[in-house]
């Protein structure tokens, strides 16, 4: 009985993790001129929360919200979401986003724009929003017929750990190109402090005291 209870509950969760995803993968393709970078979907006692971080909201709220309460519509109607209430907010650091720059680097390969130039000025455009590391993996056919996997680095990035899983954000993406289908994978250590910077304060501030007192000894001896 209790084997049945855990299949049962294990299918349940994996019927609504596809729904989730089925839900996400609307949204931005739908939104995709509004160039969403987060979407997370919560339960809530009155219904379901949808909650979208966008570099355009505006395009997503629409003239008088009819945008937005379409949107509603299709999510309860299509998707049987209950009671659907959308939030939209402006991406305060776009380039910081490793979704939205995964989606830019797959326009711009769609473009026929070389993906070693591409990645290396969204690697840019990264460090120079502050980043403290971010790897880009760009995979498939990208030169020739077999396929290869290129990957591009620049500052700090944390692999392992729990800081990794904490504050490294990454995101996955594809894009069909003539040669065949084209994984992109980014991701980026924000501006965050990190365990040796609290260290290194730690050792500046005792040296700070050890070179006060050393001083004072002096000032006193003479």
């Known amino acids: 009985m209790s084997s049945t209870k855990n299949i049962s509950i294990k299918k349940q969760f994996l019927l609504e993790n596809s729904k ?49 309460k379409e949107i509603a519509k299709t999510l309860e109607e299509k998707f049987g979401l209950p009671n659907p209430q959308i939030t939209v907010s402006e991406l305060q650091n776009p380039a910081l986003n490793p979704a939205l720059i995964a989606e830019h680097i797959a326009l711009a390969l769609e473009r026929g724009i070389h993906f070693r130039r591409v990645a290396n000025i969204a690697l840019r455009q990264i460090m120079d929003a502050g980043a403290r590391g971010a790897e880009i993996t760009i995979t498939g056919k990208l030169i020739s017929e077999r396929s290869r996997r290129e990957k591009f680095k620049a500052g700090v990035l944390l692999k392992a750990g729990q800081y990794s899983m ?19 994978q980014v991701r980026i250590l924000p501006p965050v402090e990190l365990p040796e910077d609290v260290l290194r304060k730690v050792e500046m501030s005792e040296m700070k005291v050890v070179s006060s007192e050393s001083g004072g000894v002096q000032k006193t001896q003479q």
């Not at 919560?42 to 949808?50: A, D, N």
């Not at 490294?168 to 069909?176: D, G, R």
């Open 20 to 68: 989730r995803m089925e839900i996400i993968q609307y949204l931005k393709t739908t939104l995709k001129r509004a160039r969403v970078g987060n979407i997370e979907i919560q339960s809530t006692p009155l219904g379901s929360m949808i909650i979208i971080e966008a570099e355009r909201p505006a395009l997503i709220i629409g003239r008088h919200g009819l945008k937005i």
């Open 166 to 184: 904490e504050e490294v954000k990454e995101a996955v993406t594809s894009v069909l190109l003539k040669p065949g289908l084209v994984g992109i």
